[in-house]
């Protein structure tokens, strides 16, 4: 399958700080990106939905001046936490599609967030 | 209604068994189907894509009905590394719409 890298894999950060997140499509251009958010013994909650060069299409409920979606490229996108709070910890985790066959996502190995 | 449902879980099975997971979807205009695993702290895996005709591989055979919106997934003859959460998705023609199951974990007992 397609190979997804997620930047960085765990990071703590003290409430109040940014942090910036990178998802690359090492092997295929991603036209869309999503990105998603797992608290523990959850299920996957969507957050956005990203189009290279266009705008983040959020979900409900999700802020989008909190958490600020970049796709400028076809092989990457970012997703800063602003001004992150402790209720903010969770794993991230990005994915990719491209256009081809049944645009399958691939995952990236996910971001592990801790706010102090 | 969500717009993906899937069996809550969890199930618990002896190795060697064959084991079942339902997933129904909400959304006739939902065009191509996938199951995924995920392992604790780990990120979904791609296990199979789901074909009109049903496909087998391995172990492992996914299902879909349209006229009934669901897939299903048997795994026969269960591995202890069969144990993680299984998830289904779909996603539409347009492929602005890709949802999630919550997932249903599955633990193989020795």
């Known amino acids: 399958g397609a190979v997804v890298s997620q930047h960085p894999s765990w990071v703590i950060c003290k409430s109040g700080t940014s942090v910036k997140i990178e998802c690359r499509s090492l092997d295929f251009q991603a036209t869309t990106m999503f990105w998603y958010r797992q608290f523990p013994k959850q299920s996957l909650m969507l957050m956005a939905t990203?189009?290279?060069?266009?705008?983040?299409?959020?979900e409900q409920g999700v802020e989008k001046d909190k958490f600020l979606i970049n796709h400028a490229s076809l092989t990457l996108s970012t997703l800063t936490v602003t001004s992150a709070h402790p209720e903010d910890s969770s794993f991230y985790i990005c994915s990719a599609a491209g256009t081809g066959g049944l645009g399958t996502q691939y995952f990236g190995p996910g971001t592990r967030l801790t706010v102090l | 209604r969500k717009e993906v449902e899937q069996d809550p879980g969890p199930f618990n099975v002896p190795e060697g068994a064959t084991v079942a997971f339902n997933c129904t979807y909400s959304?006739?205009?939902?065009?191509?189907f996938f199951w995924y695993r995920q392992d604790c702290r780990k990120e979904p895996k791609l296990l199979m894509s789901v074909y009109s005709s049903g496909n087998e591989d391995g172990r492992f055979t996914a299902q879909l009905n349209r006229a009934s919106q669901y897939i299903s997934l048997l795994i026969r003859d269960s591995k202890l590394s069969d144990s993680a959460t299984y998830l289904c998705?779909?996603?539409?023609?347009?492929?602005?719409?890709?949802?999630f199951g919550p997932g249903t974990r599955l633990s193989v007992l020795p």
């Open positions: 990203s189009n290279e060069g266009s705008k983040a299409t959020y």
């Open positions: 959304n006739s205009a939902s065009q191509s």
């Open positions: 998705a779909v996603r539409d023609n347009y492929g602005q719409n890709f949802v």
